[in-house]
Every structure is written in C-alpha cells, then in structure tokens.
C-alpha cells in the first residue's frame, strides 16, 4: 500500500499540469513535452537532442536519427515549468560553449527555440537540422530531394532523373526568408524564424543558405551561419528565436510575437525596452527602383534589416544599443552608407541619400544593380546546376552591344572560354574611355581581364578570397567588386570594335569549378 501511494507521489512530481494535458513527464532520460496543442515532444536530456514529435498521433521525427543543434552537441539539460499561469516549459541544454533553449507555450503546437553560444561550435556551422520521418512528410522542395540520385559534385548536388538538385537550391535570402516548410498527409513542419532571429547570423540581408534536403530524412534547417560563401565573420550571442511549428497543412503565421521570451530567464535575450529603433526616408534612388529598396544595419555584434515603401519611407526594427553601419541598397547593390547610434527606449532618425555615381555612358550591358539579373541563365541559377541541361550554353559567346542582355550568359569561367562583346562607335566616341565590368562573386581567384582591340588591359589584383563554392551551389551572392579598365587613346576606333573578356586566375580547374566571375553589368564611357 505504502509503495503505491510513494509511487503514485513520485509521478506526480513528475507530471506537472496546468491547463488539460500540458506539462512535461520525465521518462529515464527522456524529457516528455505535451503541448495541449496535439504536439508531443521528447528531448534526450543527456544529449539535448530531439528524439520524437507527434503531431496528433502522426510521428513526424525520424526515428534512424535526431533533430538537433550543429551535429548534436553532447549536452546535458535541465527543465522548469513556469512563465505566465505556469503556461510555460522551458528545458535547457548546455555544454561549455553553447547553451540550446526548447520551449513549450500552452496551446501551441510549436518547439520554440534559441541558441545562445560563446563560440564556433566544431563542426564549424551553426545550425539547427529537423530530421523529419519522410513517410509523413514527404513534400520538400523538388530542387534539393536528392533521394535516388547520384552525386556530381562533392557530396552536396546530385542528378536525379536528368535534373541537378541539392540542398542549396532550397536557400532565400535572409531578408525573404522568415518561414519555409514540408508537408505530408494531415500534417507539415514549417521552420519560422520571426522578428529578429537573424540578428546574430552572418552574410547580411541577401546572404541566403540551406532550407531543406530531401534524402532518406526530410530534413528542415535553420542556418545561423557556414561557411558557404561566407562574407563576414561569425557572430557569438543568442541566435534567435526561432521555432519549428506544426500545422495540419496550412501555413502559419511568420510574425508571432515572442514577447514570451523575456519572462523565461534566457541567457543573453535583450527585451524589447532594452532595445531603440530608427526611422526615417531613403532618397536619390531611380523611380524605376523603387519597389526594390531595403536598408541594413550592422556592426560585429548584430544585423538588421527593412525594406522601404515605395516612398522610401521606413522603419527598423528593434535593435540592440550601439552604433551600427547602416546601408542603403538598390536591389542589392550598397549605394549609400552612414553611421547611426541606437540607445535602448528610444526612437531616432536617420534619413539617407544615394550617393550612387551614374556616368553618361556609350554603351552598358545588364542593369548595375548588385545582380546578373537579367543575363543569360540568371532566371534558373539559384535552382539547378550550371551543367543542368536545362540551362542555355554558357559559351564561348560573342555579344553586339544592341542585342537582349539575356543572351549574355551571367557568368564566365576559365575554362569555358571567354566572352567577346563587339560594338560600333562614332568619331565622338573614341578616345581614352573607361570599361567597367561590375562582379558579384568571384571563384578560386577570377578576376575578369579585358583585351581591346588587340591592346591587352592590366591583370586585376586577386579579389578577397571565399573559401567556398558559389555559382554551382546557386548564388551569385559574394562580393560586390568593380574593375575599372582605363582604355588609352588610340584603342578604339571609328567603326567596329571588340573587346574580349578573360577570366584569370593562379589557380585552375574543369569547367565549373575552374575559376569564374558573376556578372552584374559591363559599361562602357
């Protein structure tokens, strides 16, 4: 009698209850979540991993590998109900540098999540992968389900059935990015990262990274940041929130309030008083362009981002106090920067200008705006593979100036060949002239060199080097870099001319992956 009334005690502590089935029960090493929202959640508490989610009965983890941190990270966790009317449960998992926070809201069919770290975890990205049952949600993205296929490249693209895929080809940019999904019969996962949780990721308003990959998992991801075509140097703090929210199909909400967070107890969470925005009016930008104008904010510790209404007008976020680099972007394109102090509880203002410089030129292939828009190939780069057969020929080509910028192919690589560009000029027009060929993202070294009319132009020093695939991985997104070719007098002629441009390089390589430029624009004055 007595052991069943000490045994009936015992899980009771253990189950702890405050609106119908909500609470969490430990099982061994298994901490038990039920939301009262139809989700069931288990974490490992000797490894912070997520061993299991249902989702009205349906399992939705697969059960051959974990939903986890980086690669999983070895943690151990603890757990406290509490929050407001205890409609809270909060499991905290914790190694020497990173500290991984679950949460549970009453009623809702999420995992919440925040990362908070010290240091670059060594696996040498941080991120959190939902390795999902595939036999209950088995639609991703078609351009990165590689199940079946065979790798062409690394580890990461893959033919299946004729067409590239991979995991790349799922990414947005940041600034577009705030919920993505899989779905299956009565159920889908949707990873939302709201408000802020892109403030300590690294790349910017346009970088853009891995969303989903379909194989034997459907697997989901949050990137916080990687070094794929990594740009700045990686952030340490709270990551996030973010959350992995289930729905019986539709899609929720990328714009909940996590105002939640700030009664949890969360180490380095900076609560909204803590925090000041700025506001104010962009200006000087063509009016053609005025849907695509956005502004960021940045410094070593965080980053934002708006876009602008077709006036300008804005608002920012609310950010953490201190003084931050904020830049205003045509398309994507920097066309104006300046410096701005943020102080937490208040609201300053910042008007901005472009100080863009628009030359009166002869001729310009493609629109100078941070891009390949518009080039050859650029409308199918981001989701398939440049030896895709579905993608036009990537040269050698030879361009009439006159003709669509859409023959132009949007990159080229060393070991394609080079790009020819033929034009005729007046009398008026010869001279000492100026060529500028505007990249987007170099590869293993590739600058572009320009030959005119047999006169060879300078060798381009070596741009900042990225330690990473770009174009094949489907972006464009590297360094902005202009090249200025300074044409003596002399060169061009009345009549036909042609410049011929090469891409250069110290190092080597076979189609592809030889050394490579993306084009944003060539002009020419």
């Known amino acids: 009698m007595l052991n069943s009334f000490l045994l009936t005690l015992a899980s009771a502590c253990l189950w702890l209850t405050s609106v119908d089935a909500f609470g969490l029960t430990v099982s061994g090493s298994s901490y038990i979540v039920d939301t009262s929202a139809g989700l069931i959640f288990t974490v490992e508490s000797t490894s912070g991993d997520i061993t299991s989610m249902k989702f009205n009965g349906i399992e939705a983890q697969d059960q051959s590998k974990r939903s986890q941190i980086s690669s999983g990270i070895g943690a151990s966790c603890s757990w406290v109900q509490g929050g407001n009317s205890n409609n809270y449960i909060t499991i905290t998992c914790t190694t020497s540098t990173l500290t991984q926070y679950y949460v549970a809201q009453y009623n809702t069919p999420a995992v919440h999540m925040a990362t908070y770290t010290t240091a670059e975890p060594s696996v040498g990205e941080l991120r959190f992968i939902a390795r999902l049952n595939r036999s209950t949600l088995g639609s991703g993205y078609a351009v990165s389900d590689i199940k079946g296929g065979t ?12 067409q590239t895929r991979s995991k790349f080809y799922s990414s947005k940019q940041f600034i577009d990015d ?15 990262i709201p408000g802020v949780g892109y403030e300590l990721a690294s790349g910017g308003p346009f970088f853009r990274d891995i969303d989903n990959q379909g194989g034997d998992q459907q697997e989901l991801y949050y990137y916080m940041n990687s070094g794929h075509v990594q740009t700045e140097s990686y952030r340490q703090g709270l990551h996030g929130p973010y959350a992995l929210y289930f729905t019986t199909g539709s899609t929720p909400s990328s714009s909940y309030s996590t105002t939640f967070w700030e009664g949890l107890n969360i180490n380095g969470l900076v609560p909204t008083s803590g925090r000041g925005r700025v506001t104010g009016k962009a200006s000087g930008f063509p009016s053609a362009d005025a849907s695509y104008i956005s502004i960021g904010w940045s410094n070593s510790a965080a980053q934002y981002w708006v876009r602008a209404d077709t006036s300008g007008n804005y608002v920012s976020p609310y950010m953490k106090p201190g003084t931050y680099t904020m830049t205003l972007y045509r398309l994507e394109l920097a066309i104006a920067s300046q410096s701005v102090s943020i102080s937490a509880g208040s609201t300053g203002t910042s008007n901005i200008a472009s100080t863009e410089s628009t030359p009166s030129v002869i001729w310009q292939i493609g629109d100078y705006d941070g891009t390949p828009r518009g080039f050859l190939n650029a409308d199918k780069i981001e989701t398939m593979h440049p030896s895709d057969s579905r993608m036009s020929s990537w040269g050698p080509v030879t361009f009439a100036v006159g003709s669509s910028v859409s023959s132009f192919p949007m990159a080229i690589f060393k070991d394609v060949g080079a790009a020819t560009i033929t034009f005729t000029l007046t009398s008026s027009q010869i001279g000492a002239r100026t060529l500028e060929i505007m990249t987007t993202l170099a590869f293993a070294g590739g ?11 300078p060798s381009p020093a070596a741009p900042t080097a990225i330690d990473s695939r770009g174009v094949t991985r489907g972006t464009w997104r590297g360094y902005n870099t202009k090249y200025t070719v300074n044409i003596p ?29 993306v084009l944003d624009s060539i002009r020419l004055y």
Do not use: C, F
Request: glycine share 16%.
């Open 151 to 162: 790798a062409i490249e690394g580890s990461d693209v893959y033919m299946v059935n004729g």
């Open 178 to 192: 705030q919920i993505h999904g899989v779905s299956g019969s009565g159920i889908a996962a949707w990873m939302i």
């Open 447 to 457: 600058r572009p060199q320009a030959t005119v009319n047999g006169w060879t132009g």
């Open 489 to 517: 007098s002399g060169t061009l002629v009345a009549g036909s001319n042609k410049i011929v441009i090469n891409v250069i390089s110290g190092s080597s390589g076979s189609q592809y992956l030889s050394p490579n430029v």
